[in-house]
């Protein structure tokens, strides 16, 4: 960046070049142990609500399809209010302390739901863990950004949505084994663990020093990078980058440079959201229930949790390498043919009606294992389904936040990270707390069709819209929104003069 141009000129120092990362990493692990509790607490109702809405459920529990609509939905307003919450705290109190907090709306979220008598307990309960995730999924990757030295910044920077979706994963694991209410117990675990571990870890050295605690910020600095490390030029670096920082005006929104990365950071949050990401993850047990797989409801979603996991590391090696729009592309038209496939099965296949899924869930599992065995109707389904979730976490699901994080001016980024925040929650709600009904009223045709539809303008937006900012410095990025280019951004000789 040009204010650290004068800095970058120095040569290193033998010491500055003997940095020592291991306390870091700790630190980043203490960190996202949040979002591990995220990742878990988000799919917390897909083994949960088959079976709430059994027979024999208690009847002070027991859900009907409206009940089960804002149990799977209400998670994503209380994301929503917990994101901006967390926007707010980071400037009052510090990153690190407001991922500690968001450790008490989680710890009580939980034990109302492990501890339920009534159904209002398991909505209530179901909204704070909500408020939770949304301050670890807003606060977290801050923080790993502000600790992390340029050298490793990206490769943990993948971290939060890696543990994110290793603790989806560890959900649906558990949920083979644990009754609903031990799964909310289990939960507790992480959030009070990361709490520990943060007590004993450094604040954000750019925090210390915009508060003008200097000898703090070092103390800080030498702790995260060990003791031989040279930090008097970084520290340097991040006060002039302080220094330097202004506000943006509201004349100064209206001209491209800001408006247009904000709109398109937005636009992506949105569509992202509407290629039924969530709705599909929060009853992913239920939506297998009423397709005609050949294993359990539970046994499928445990295998999907697996590959996606594997398609965000996949990602991970793969963003530096392959690009950003072409991974968007590949990501759009995987989730295209398997939400197509789906699509198409579910309209040929139709599931049965009535509000009560969970007799499907025992018909079709009896049916699947001694009548229909291992067919092609009864496999597309789950492997349409992984098709489509390692399309996504290859591209859509981590690229939108990576692109936020470049092409938004750091002026505004506050502003417009906000923004990003409501609309992507409260898309999620809506979708989410629709697709129970659609599928209730229709089945799963008329969801899938829609997502088919999203998913051909990823691939038009992606085209028409999104810049290709691999191998590009934030200043060139800059350039390209301020002087209106299209697409591709050319690197210039006084550019690249400038940037020597």
């Known amino acids: 960046m040009d204010e650290e141009t004068p800095l970058l000129n120095k040569r290193p120092t033998s010491s500055e070049s003997q940095i020592n990362n ?30 709430l809405m059994r027979p024999d459920a208690e009847p002070r529990l027991r859900m009907d399809t409206e009940q089960a609509a804002w149990f799977g939905s209400i998670y994503t307003l209380g994301a929503a209010a917990g994101g901006l919450g967390a926007m707010l705290l980071n400037d009052l109190i510090g ?71 290793f603790g989806a994963l560890a959900l649906y694991a558990l949920g083979l084994v644990l009754p609903w209410r031990w799964l909310a117990v289990a939960g507790e675990v992480p959030a009070l663990l990361m709490v520990v571990l943060l007590a004993f870890m450094p604040c954000s050295p750019r925090r210390l020093l915009s508060l003008g605690r200097e000898q703090q910020a070092e103390r800080a600095l030498r702790w995260l990078r060990g003791k031989n490390y040279d930090i008097h030029i970084e520290l340097s ?56 797989a050949f294993l359990e409801p539970r046994y499928d979603a445990a295998i999907v949790g697996a590959v996606r996991l594997l398609s965000v590391a996949t990602a991970a ?37 009535g509000p009560t899924p969970e007799n499907v869930t025992v018909s079709l599992a009896h049916n699947s294992h001694n009548d229909l065995g291992i067919t092609a109707a009864s496999i597309l389904p789950l492997i349409s389904t992984m098709v489509f979730i390692f399309g996504y976490a290859m591209g859509w699901g981590p690229i939108t936040w990576l692109l936020m994080s470049e092409v938004l001016p750091l002026a505004a980024r506050g502003v417009a990270s906000g923004l990003c925040v409501t609309v992507s929650w409260l898309t999620a709600f809506m979708l989410t707390h629709a697709f129970t009904h659609l599928v209730d009223k229709y089945g799963l045709y008329v969801p899938y069709l829609c997502f088919t539809v999203v998913c051909v303008l990823c691939l038009l937006f992606n085209a028409v819209c999104i810049p290709e900012t691999r191998g590009r410095s934030l200043e ?19 550019t690249a003069h400038s940037q020597a």
């Not at 306390?23 to 799919?43: E, H, P």
Request: proline content about 5%; overall charge positive.
């Open 237 to 292: 670096a991040i006060q002039h980058s302080i220094n330097t920082q202004g506000k943006v005006t509201w004349s100064q929104l209206a001209t491209p440079l800001y408006y247009r990365p904000i709109m398109i950071s937005v636009v992506m949050r949105f569509l992202q959201q509407m290629t039924g990401i969530t709705p599909i993850l929060v009853y992913l047990e239920t939506i297998f229930s009423q397709s005609k």
């Open 317 to 353: 090696l793969l963003m530096d390498k392959a690009g950003r729009k072409a991974l968007l592309y590949t990501s759009s038209m995987l989730m295209f043919v398997s939400s197509l496939t789906l699509t198409m099965i579910s309209h040929t296949t139709p599931c049965p009606p």
């Open 95 to 165: 990153r690190k302390l407001s991922i500690m907090m968001s450790a008490v709306p989680s710890t009580i979220g939980y034990m109302m739901l492990g501890g339920a008598v009534d159904r209002w307990m398991l909505h209530v309960g179901r909204f704070l863990t909500g408020i939770a995730g949304g301050m670890t999924a807003a606060s977290i990757p801050v923080y790993i950004s502000e600790i992390s030295h340029k050298s490793v910044r990206g490769a943990l920077g993948s971290c939060p949505q890696i543990t994110a979706v």
């Open 476 to 494: 060139e990025i800059e350039n390209y929104f301020r002087t209106g280019r299209t697409f591709t951004i050319t690197r210039s000789h006084s």
């Open 22 to 51: 291991s306390k870091l990493y700790l630190a980043v692990f203490s960190a996202i142990l949040g979002n591990f509790n995220f990742g878990y607490s988000l799919v917390y109702s897909s083994p949960v609500l088959p079976q």
